[in-house]
């Protein structure tokens, strides 16, 4: 069940980014300028970020099995009409459909944290975000290769069999699962927001998430810039081999699972943290160039995707344990503060990088981590002091009691026996 639902993760993920690699294929088949092309893989983003919004919530109100072949269905469908569309106008229309419906990865996590025990979270969330990564980096490759044989048609034509026939697999593997909740499709809109209110550990794990996602985007956005520039001069692909470091992921991010099944989410966090802070030192030595520069580069970027996956991890570990009746709107408010952040992260790395260049990205990156590091060890500061309050609550009427009893045990002493 965990594989299968670790493939279903891949292939959602993986149609938000497949389209990326068959931009120029697409401008010269439609006879478009590849910026008007470039408008698919923008609408796609739109039609996902819209999707958590609008389709996440009905994970609490629909039962899981349904839902997700309904979803699969319908990207199935989106990505029929894409492969087959006439024009661009056409194919945008279509593109914006896939994202809207392709968010199967955001319902599978709390259905697979509803199917395991308390203890077995961890790794299994962690299972499904490297099926998540596999997806992301395997569908660029997968696309621009079966592209440049079999023209821009062709991935999402195989894409939309693969989607059909996962929506089959999973009508009859997943089990049966009833809906936690019966609010109307108004209230469960509007319950992230209210959730991000009144649950501070919801607020908190976004704000690790959104601080951290930001210099991870910082980073890759301003990556491609710094290896076509005048420091390193190498092209596209330099970028693309580079980016498949975060494959090491998909192997830390089960045993960051595990760890987190352990000893909590607040240390695997810490250390996350502290990963951060570290992968940004060692990207500074990316602005020496040369093999120097280059390794730098590489265990940087590794340490820095393995940071910030593992503290997915943990901090969606946290967040689905709030209250098992909402795991879906409360993932809608933490999927969309962490893409939130990651947009405000990319913005601000180019704007640094204009003014600053890559050591102003790296600064950046460290302050970020920095904000994340603060506010956990003041929320671990205010746990211990929360404990230790607990404590003495207990200890003080025991205190109490001993000393009345010692002075009952005085008393009686010093009265002579009543008769019977």
Do not use: K
């Not at 469908?77 to 106008?89: M, Q, R, V």
């Not at 997968?142 to 821009?152: D, N």
């Amino acid at each position: 069940m965990v594989l299968i639902l670790a493939v279903t993760c891949a292939v959602a993920v993986g149609n938000i980014y497949f389209p990326q690699a068959i931009g120029p294929l697409v401008a010269a088949g439609l006879h478009v300028s590849p910026d008007s092309a470039a408008a698919v893989v923008t609408a796609t983003q739109i039609g996902y970020t819209a999707g958590m919004v609008l389709l996440v919530p009905l994970g609490d109100r629909l039962p899981h099995r349904s839902f997700l072949v309904v979803l699969l269905a319908l990207t199935g469908l989106a990505l029929l009409a894409a492969g087959c569309a006439p024009a661009l106008p056409a194919l945008i229309a279509a593109g914006t459909l896939v994202g809207l419906t392709t968010v199967g990865a955001q319902i599978v996590g709390p259905l697979a944290a509803g199917l395991v025990a308390a203890d077995r979270q961890g790794a299994v969330i962690g299972t499904l975000l490297s099926g998540s990564t596999g997806g992301m980096l395997l569908a660029r490759t997968f696309s621009g290769t079966l592209g440049e044989w079999l023209g821009w048609r062709a991935p999402y034509l195989v894409a939309a069999v693969l989607a059909l026939l996962l929506a089959t697999v999973l009508a009859f593997a997943v089990p049966t699962t009833s809906p936690s909740s019966r609010q109307p499709y108004a209230a469960l809109l509007a319950e992230p927001l209210r959730l991000l209110r009144t649950e501070p550990d919801l607020r908190r794990s976004c704000f690790y998430q959104a601080t951290v996602f930001a210099g991870f985007s910082a980073v890759w956005t301003c990556l491609a810039l710094l290896l076509t520039g005048p420091a390193y001069g190498l092209g596209a692909q330099a970028v693309g081999m580079i980016a498949l470091v975060g494959a090491a992921t998909m192997v830390c991010t089960p045993l960051a699972g595990r760890l987190v099944d352990r000893y909590g989410p607040d240390p695997v966090n810490l250390v996350c943290m502290l990963g951060v802070l570290v992968s940004a030192a060692i990207l500074t030595f990316g602005t020496r160039g040369g093999t120097l520069g280059l390794t730098s580069l590489t265990l940087g970027t590794l340490l820095l995707d393995t940071a910030m996956q593992s503290g997915m991890v943990a901090n969606q570990v946290r967040v689905y344990a709030l209250r098992v009746d909402a795991r879906s709107r409360l993932n809608t408010a933490y999927m969309t503060c962490a893409y939130l952040g990651g947009s405000a992260g990319s913005w601000l790395g180019i704007r640094v990088w204009s003014r600053a260049g890559w050591w102003g990205v790296c600064v950046l990156v460290a302050l970020l981590a920095a904000l994340a590091l603060v506010r956990h060890l003041l929320a671990l500061y205010e746990f211990g002091r929360d404990q230790a309050s607990c404590d003495a609550s207990v200890t003080r009427p025991h205190r109490r009691l001993s000393r009345r009893a010692r002075g009952g045990h005085a008393a009686g002493a010093g009265q002579a026996p009543r008769a019977g």
